[in-house]
């Protein structure tokens, strides 16, 4: 137990459908990432909420889309995914400092495995 | 841009000692952590080296040298539960938590 929850754990979804996946912290921290990890290759930072505000976007498509209700919950919505988004899609938090600058450790969930079909 | 190299796959023996390498390029540099992550599960925090040297946690040690850009984790006692993946990962200072990870490199510990 990681103190990051993701659910659901696996999702098929076809091409034309939309779903959400959800991730929930219980660390107390104040910043929380989306990463998605493909096969042989590096984990690649999709998204970064810090105090509630996306600080950061890396060029992801805009058919992802993140929410971040509070500084405990995110959600990243799926609508008309492609089957090369299929991967494992990792939330994670970590506690940002009054510098801006993070703690040296990100918590991870389980991910939740998305196949596109 | 950052980059980070390691090999992608390693075998040890159980009760050998390994050595997992990481070199990197960044922008700018605040510190090389390490992660493990098994089959299904989540990537777990190992370590963080934010200055030259060895740090060590139990059977697990990480080492830094920032001019040469590289660092490694060591593994020693290898135990079978070690067969893993791990990660290195730079933080630097192109913005908030701007961590990049690394390929990985698969661990297989074998009798």
């Known amino acids: 137990e990681t103190g990051v929850t993701q659910t659901p754990r696996h999702l098929v979804m076809g091409m034309t459908n939309k779903k959400s996946l959800k991730c929930e912290q219980h660390l107390g921290h104040n910043a929380m990432y989306w990463y998605k990890q493909s096969a042989k290759k590096p984990l690649e930072l999709m998204f970064v909420y810090s105090l509630e505000e996306r600080v950061e976007n890396n060029s992801v498509p805009s058919r992802f889309s993140p929410e971040c209700p509070n500084s405990s919950h995110l959600f990243l919505h799926l609508h008309t995914l492609q089957p090369e988004d299929s991967a494992l899609y990792l939330c994670a938090s970590s506690q940002v400092q009054e510098t801006g600058i993070s703690g040296n450790t990100i918590y991870f969930g389980e991910g939740s495995w998305l196949t596109v079909v | 841009g950052q980059s980070l190299e390691q090999p992608s796959e390693v075998t040890a023996v159980e009760g050998a000692i390994v050595q997992i390498n990481c070199t990197y390029q960044?922008?700018?540099?605040?510190?090389l952590s390490w992660y493990q992550q098994h089959d299904g599960g989540a990537p777990t925090f190992l370590s963080y080296?934010?200055?030259?040297g060895l740090e060590e946690t139990g059977r697990f040690s990480s080492f830094l040298s920032r001019s040469d850009s590289y660092g490694y984790l060591l593994l020693q006692e290898l135990q079978m539960k070690d067969s893993a993946s791990y990660f290195c990962?730079?933080?630097?200072?192109?913005?908030?938590?701007?961590?990049?990870f690394g390929t990985g490199t698969k661990l297989q510990v074998i009798p």
């Open positions: 960044t922008s700018g540099f605040y510190g």
């Open positions: 990962a730079v933080r630097d200072s192109g913005g908030y938590q701007k961590v990049t």
């Open positions: 080296n934010a200055l030259d």
